[in-house]
């Protein structure tokens, strides 16, 4: 929970969706049962639930329309406002159908049979377990609206730990090869001034979410500042089976370009021979997958490089956090060093879930 323990606004879950109403159905079936096996065997099993569902039923449906029709406005209010207007829908919708109820059966189906007794304690009892199962259901949407802010801060933790090591990495480096290249290559300077405004401006970009072509673009003007700075020891590789509109295609940032600096930083620039960075990008029906592969050298030239732990650590922590069913596989060959990411396609919509 926060510190100032206040709830977050717009903790309610958008109740128009289909998702919601369905598992608002199904915790209501859950409940009906519940209650039906609190009454057997005293009374027929089968009969009480199909009684007991469909009042359940009505409330949960009544309440799901009413909060739907209301969200515009309930979002406007303070988050406790919110929440107690959602609390008391739910409660008098309850007792509105209770004494409904109650009054079908005293004045349709027993007139004869009237007991107001029992319909005040099958009111009241309504209205008890209605009171408890909103108070824990609104608990519940609380905790884990609090989570998912927790899992896009942390988030927002990992990217920003991935930007500021990017920012002083690259500054040095290409500065250094800029430097090196003004008096005796002033037009590759240019250029390579250039590729490090136009990388410089998509790193700092604000998101947690690029396009699949804005990583692209990234990892080529890295690229090209590598290889001024490597030289003929840098080759690179593209093998990309996508389309143009798969550029599109929303990935989290920051997924590709530090694969590609990790295979570079730790795969080239130690041997003194270079290498070939192969990178792969394919989509399938289902997913988008990124594959990175280096040679691993044989012989550390210099001190080893601790950041590349750091890199892939942080992508896999991100993508567990944020991109449901998305997957990192590393492989660690004698001669090569691959790490592919699987990214599902429909996971990319949950960017638009968060509330």
């Not at 143009?244 to 920051?254: F, G, M, Q, S, Y």
């Amino acid at each position: 929970m926060h510190t100032n323990d206040k709830m977050p606004a717009g903790f309610l879950p958008d109740f128009c969706r289909d998702s919601t109403l369905l598992l608002v159905v199904v915790i209501a079936e859950l409940l009906a049962v519940v209650l039906a096996l609190s009454s057997w065997p005293l009374a027929p099993f089968w009969r009480t639930l199909a009684l007991t569902s469909l009042f359940v039923q009505w409330i949960a449906l009544s309440s799901v329309a009413v909060l739907c029709r209301l969200r515009a406005r309930l979002e406007k209010l303070s988050p406790a406002r919110e929440a107690t207007f959602a609390y008391l829908i739910v409660l008098g919708l309850t007792l509105l159908f209770s004494v409904l109820n109650a009054a079908f059966f005293d004045w349709v189906v027993h007139p004869n049979a009237v007991d107001l007794e029992r319909d005040l304690a099958f009111v009241l009892r309504n209205a008890m377990v209605s009171a408890i199962v909103a108070a824990v259901g609104l608990r519940y949407l609380y905790v884990q609206h609090d989570w998912k802010l927790g899992v896009e801060a942390r988030m927002d933790a990992r990217l920003h730990a991935l930007q500021a090591r990017i920012r002083p990495h690259f500054l040095f480096n290409s500065m250094n090869t800029i430097a090196a290249l003004i008096r005796s290559r002033p037009a590759d300077a240019e250029n390579a001034v250039e590729d490090l405004s136009s990388m410089f401006r998509s790193v700092l970009r604000e998101g947690e979410w690029a396009r699949l072509g804005d990583e692209l673009e990234l990892t080529r003007h890295y690229l090209a500042l590598e290889t001024l700075r490597l030289g003929e020891r840098l080759q690179v590789e593209w093998a990309l089976d996508i389309d143009e509109d798969d550029e599109e295609l929303p990935i989290p940032a920051l997924s590709l370009q530090p694969l590609v600096e990790n295979a570079v930083y730790h795969g080239i620039q130690p041997n003194p021979d270079g290498g070939c960075v192969h990178i792969a990008i394919a989509r399938d029906a289902t997913h988008l997958r990124l594959r990175v592969e280096n040679p691993q050298p044989q012989v550390q030239s210099g001190p080893a490089h601790d950041g590349q732990g750091m890199a892939l650590g942080n992508i896999r922590e991100r993508l567990e956090l944020g991109y449901r069913g998305a997957a990192m596989n590393i492989r660690a060959e004698p001669e090569r060093f691959t790490v592919e990411l699987s990214l599902p396609l429909e996971a990319a919509d949950a960017r638009n879930d968060r509330r």
